[in-house]
Structure formats: structure tokens, C-alpha cells
């Protein structure tokens, strides 16, 4: 098992940019992808970002161009360069960790992103 903790968030205005980062105290290498999640009040938990193990990337619509996600195997990190950020960002930020045949089994504690207007 994974242990996965994220760092980064913080307060940002409309426009500016954050990187979230995720610190595995276990190798990534085992792990089939990895994602970041977010969750606003009132809304449900969605992936806005996942990476595979062999590199290939998928975003959410809604961050589609803003936001790139990618990991450092040497160093057990993944991180997430949020740009562009808009108000509608604002939410709790999960890292989670996936493997073919137990899904998003191993997460984070959250980080909170506030984008102001």
C-alpha cells in the first residue's frame, strides 16, 4: 500500500497559477496510474487529472489546457500545474493512487485550493 500526501494548495487569484505536489512514502512504479481528485461543497468528487504508468495523461473538460499533471518516478512524486485558475476551481484537492482491479485505492488527505475573483 501507497501512502500518499499532498502539499501546494493555498489562496490564488483568478488568472494565477498553483502546483500541487504528492509525496508517495512508497515507489509509484507499482502503481498502475495516478490522479488528482477535487471536491467542492456541494458537488460530487470528481478526477479532474489522471497519469498511467506508461505516461499517457487524461483531463477533465473542464481543466482541459489549464492544468497538467505529471510525476517524478526518482523522487516518488506526482504534481499537478494548475494555470489559468478560476474561482470554479476552488475545492479540495485529493491525490489517489489506482490499480487494475481495486481502482482508486489509495488517497490522500486533501489540500485545500482557493481561487478568489
Known amino acids: 500500500q501507497v501512502q500518499l500526501v499532498e502539499s501546494g494548495g493555498g489562496l490564488v487569484q483568478a488568472g494565477g497559477s498553483l502546483r500541487l505536489s504528492c509525496a508517495a512514502s512508497?515507489?509509484?512504479?507499482?502503481?498502475?496510474?495516478m490522479g488528482w481528485y477535487r471536491q467542492a461543497p456541494g458537488k460530487q468528487r470528481e478526477l479532474v487529472a489522471a497519469?498511467?504508468?506508461?505516461?499517457?495523461?487524461n483531463y477533465a473538460d473542464s481543466v482541459k489546457g489549464r492544468f497538467t499533471i505529471s510525476r517524478d518516478n526518482a523522487k516518488n512524486t506526482m504534481y499537478l500545474q494548475m494555470n489559468s485558475l478560476k474561482p470554479e476551481d476552488t475545492a479540495v484537492y485529493y491525490c489517489?493512487?489506482?490499480?487494475?482491479?481495486?481502482?482508486?485505492?489509495?488517497w490522500g488527505q486533501g489540500t485545500q485550493v482557493t481561487v478568489s475573483s
Open positions: 497519469i498511467t504508468s506508461v505516461g499517457s495523461t
Open positions: 489517489a493512487g489506482f490499480l487494475y482491479g481495486s481502482g482508486w485505492n489509495s
Open positions: 512508497g515507489s509509484i512504479f507499482g502503481l498502475n496510474a
